[in-house]
């Protein structure tokens, strides 16, 4: 395959770019990327000088760029991770999101089109579909309704519409996956996980929205990987995937807890903050039609992983310090 990946400076992204380089040698990956304060080239400091592998520095949304880069290399596959990603920077400012997110994916759409691209795959998330309440079973799937709450999730719903209808409207051979709370080395330390081991790792508070009741699937970073991969070598086309981790619910103060312990602190360290406005109450992810289709299933323990994330923090003061308080 010769495959466009965008966004593979940031966290899913350079992962995935790590998963596929060494499991599929003959493969190409040019990786197209804006760096934004979210993308950092260090991530893929192992394949840099891999040639089965270029690095573009590049705005998703220019069109003419975009164009060219899918001609020129001869791309048949898009994986699509570009993306504004992070819901309280949405709150401060859409702007960027409806940018990225909906312009972007229509200008990499229009220019996979044009190219004849095999397959386009789209990763997007279960935020598109809203909240659901505490305390009950209910999980999403691939029939429920779309309803976006935050600028963040809203984008990304427009984005799945936008590849759903070039794939109904011009027979674009399109996928999506929408996966849950993804965790792992390379996560920008604004998110729950790294947050809050290098804030503990500073000698700091971790700060906890609301009551942290909030419940979320998490997801290792490579089992995400593995996903996209049976999606793009067995997945149909057309299709959505929906990905996720766990089985039973955890809300965010537990998850703020077990790294506590794991990094034998107190609960002195948990300061609650204002909470988010419009925050979702709980997402879980039924992922039985992955299962069956394609045989896929989390293989990664969370509570192992979990360990193995906040070592990974540990180890790699260096990488984190750089981007943290920009
Ligand atoms: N992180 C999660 O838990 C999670 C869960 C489900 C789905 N997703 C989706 O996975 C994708 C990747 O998420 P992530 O957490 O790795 O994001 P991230 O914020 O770590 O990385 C995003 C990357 O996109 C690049 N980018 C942003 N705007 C761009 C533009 N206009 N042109 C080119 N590149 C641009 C950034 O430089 C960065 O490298 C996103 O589409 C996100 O919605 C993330």
Same mark, same amino acid.
């Given at each position: 395959?010769?495959?466009?990946?965008?966004?593979?400076?940031?966290?899913?992204?350079?992962?995935?770019?790590?998963?596929?380089?060494?499991?599929?040698?003959?493969?190409?990956?040019?990786?197209?990327?804006?760096?934004?304060?979210?993308?950092?080239?260090?991530?893929?400091?192992?394949?840099?000088?891999?040639?089965?592998?270029?690095?573009?520095?590049?705005?998703?949304?220019?069109?003419?760029?975009?164009?060219?880069?899918?001609?020129?290399?001869?791309?048949?596959?898009?994986?699509?991770?570009?993306?504004?990603?992070?819901?309280?920077?949405?709150?401060?400012?859409?702007?960027?999101?409806?940018?990225?997110?909906?312009?972007?994916?229509?200008?990499?759409?229009?220019?996979?089109?044009?190219?004849?691209?095999?397959?386009?795959?789209?990763?997007?998330?279960?935020?598109?579909?809203?909240?659901?309440?505490?305390?009950?079973?209910?999980?999403?799937?691939?029939?429920?309704?779309?309803?976006?709450?935050?600028?963040?999730?809203?984008?990304?719903?427009?984005?799945?519409?936008?590849?759903?209808?070039?794939?109904?409207?011009?027979?674009?051979?399109?996928?999506?996956?929408?996966?849950?709370?993804?965790?792992?080395?390379?996560?920008?330390?604004?998110?729950?996980?790294?947050?809050?081991?290098?804030?503990?790792?500073?000698?700091?508070?971790?700060?906890?929205?609301?009551?942290?009741?909030?419940?979320?699937?998490?997801?290792?970073?490579?089992?995400?990987?593995?996903?996209?991969?049976?999606?793009?070598?067995?997945?149909?086309?057309?299709?959505?995937?929906?990905?996720?981790?766990?089985?039973?619910?955890?809300?965010?103060?537990?998850?703020?807890?077990?790294?506590?312990?794991?990094?034998?602190?107190?609960? @002195?360290?948990?300061? #609650?903050? !204002?909470?988010?406005?419009?925050?979702?109450? %709980?997402?879980?992810?039924? &992922?039985? *039609? $992955?299962?069956?289709?394609?045989?896929?299933?989390?293989?990664? @323990?969370?509570?192992? #992983?979990? !360990?193995?994330?906040?070592?990974?923090?540990? %180890?790699?003061?260096?990488? &984190?310090? *750089? $981007?943290?308080?920009?």
């Amino acid at each position: 395959m010769k495959i466009l990946v965008t966004g593979g400076a940031g966290f899913i992204g350079s992962n995935f770019i790590l998963y596929w380089l060494s499991r599929y040698t003959n493969d190409k990956i040019v990786n197209l990327d804006k760096l934004t304060y979210a993308g950092n080239l260090e991530n893929l400091q192992s394949v840099e000088s891999n040639k089965n592998y270029v690095f573009i520095k590049e705005d998703i949304c220019n069109s003419k760029a975009v164009k060219s880069i899918i001609k020129d290399y001869q791309i048949d596959t898009v994986v699509h991770f570009a993306a504004e990603t992070h819901v309280d920077r949405s709150i401060d400012d859409p702007t960027p999101f409806i940018k990225t997110n909906v312009e972007g994916t229509y200008v990499l759409l229009d220019a996979a089109l044009k190219n004849n691209v095999h397959r386009f795959h789209h990763i997007s998330t279960d935020e598109v579909f809203g909240s659901l309440e505490l305390g009950t079973e209910e999980k999403f799937n691939e029939s429920s309704n779309y309803s976006p709450r935050s600028p963040y999730s809203a984008s990304k719903a427009a984005s799945d519409h936008l590849v759903r209808a070039f794939g109904i409207t011009y027979g674009l051979p399109i996928t999506i996956s929408n996966c849950s709370n993804n965790y792992g080395p390379y996560q920008f330390p604004e998110k729950l996980i790294p947050l809050t081991v290098t804030n503990l790792l500073e000698g700091k508070k971790v700060p906890v929205y609301g009551d942290g009741l909030y419940v979320r699937d998490w997801l290792y970073v490579e089992d995400h990987c593995r996903a996209v991969d049976l999606i793009l070598n067995k997945g149909r086309i057309g299709e959505t995937y929906f990905i996720g981790g766990l089985t039973e619910d955890i809300n965010n103060i537990e998850i703020v807890k077990k790294i506590l312990k794991i990094m034998d602190m107190g609960e @002195d360290k948990i300061k #609650y903050v !204002k909470d988010r406005p419009g925050h979702d109450r %709980r997402y879980a992810i039924d &992922w039985s *039609k $992955i299962n069956k289709e394609l045989g896929w299933k989390p293989e990664h @323990d969370f509570e192992e #992983y979990l !360990k193995l994330t906040v070592d990974w923090y540990k %180890r790699n003061k260096n990488w &984190w310090k *750089k $981007i943290k308080n920009d």
